[in-house]
């Protein structure tokens, strides 16, 4: 787990154009200790995590290496309270079938291509309906 949290911590410090100094500054620690977290040689506090993925704007789950998914929608409770048996049956679906990690990764590209492929299987079965 620490070797994926290595490279997801330089990838984001990259993707963002920190240098190493400016995130030691920002997480108020030496310059040294942030590049062990960097190279595997020291593991941060579990504050310094929290620090991190604010910093990023991803969750800690996807630092650590526990998701793909750098920053889940927070639903709340009642939310998620809201959603029917059919609804979660389908989400249920989508997660043991492995399509909804897949679209996890790149959620509102792939949800896009999957509106436009639904519309057009849908307009298929409402013109074999007219058929019929």
Same mark, same amino acid.
């Given at each position: 787990?620490?070797?994926?949290?290595?490279?997801?911590? =330089?990838?984001?410090?990259?993707?963002?154009?920190?240098?190493?100094?400016?995130?030691? =500054?920002?997480? %108020?620690?030496?310059? /040294? *200790?942030?590049?062990?977290?960097?190279?595997?040689?020291? !593991?941060?506090?579990?504050?310094?995590?929290? !620090?991190? /993925? *604010?910093?990023? %704007?991803?969750?800690?789950?996807?630092?650590?290496?526990?998701?793909?998914?750098?920053?889940? *929608?927070?639903?709340?409770?009642?939310?998620? %309270?809201?959603?029917?048996?059919?609804?979660?049956?389908?989400?249920?679906?989508?997660?043991? /079938? =492995?399509?909804?990690?897949?679209?996890?990764?790149?959620?509102?590209?792939?949800?896009?291509?999957?509106?436009?492929?639904?519309?057009?299987?849908?307009? !298929?079965?409402?013109? !074999? =309906?007219?058929?019929?």
């Amino acid at each position: 787990m620490m070797l994926i949290f290595q490279e997801r911590l =330089k990838g984001l410090r990259e993707e963002y154009e920190f240098k190493q100094e400016e995130m030691a =500054k920002k997480l %108020n620690i030496s310059t /040294s *200790a942030y590049g062990y977290y960097e190279q595997g040689r020291n !593991e941060p506090s579990l504050e310094t995590i929290k !620090e991190i /993925s *604010a910093t990023f %704007n991803v969750s800690t789950d996807y630092l650590l290496g526990l998701t793909n998914v750098k920053n889940s *929608a927070n639903l709340s409770a009642d939310e998620l %309270n809201h959603l029917t048996y059919e609804e979660l049956d389908s989400i249920n679906f989508l997660k043991q /079938s =492995k399509l909804l990690e897949e679209i996890s990764i790149a959620p509102k590209t792939d949800l896009h291509r999957l509106e436009r492929l639904w519309h057009f299987i849908k307009n !298929e079965l409402d013109m !074999e =309906k007219e058929q019929k």
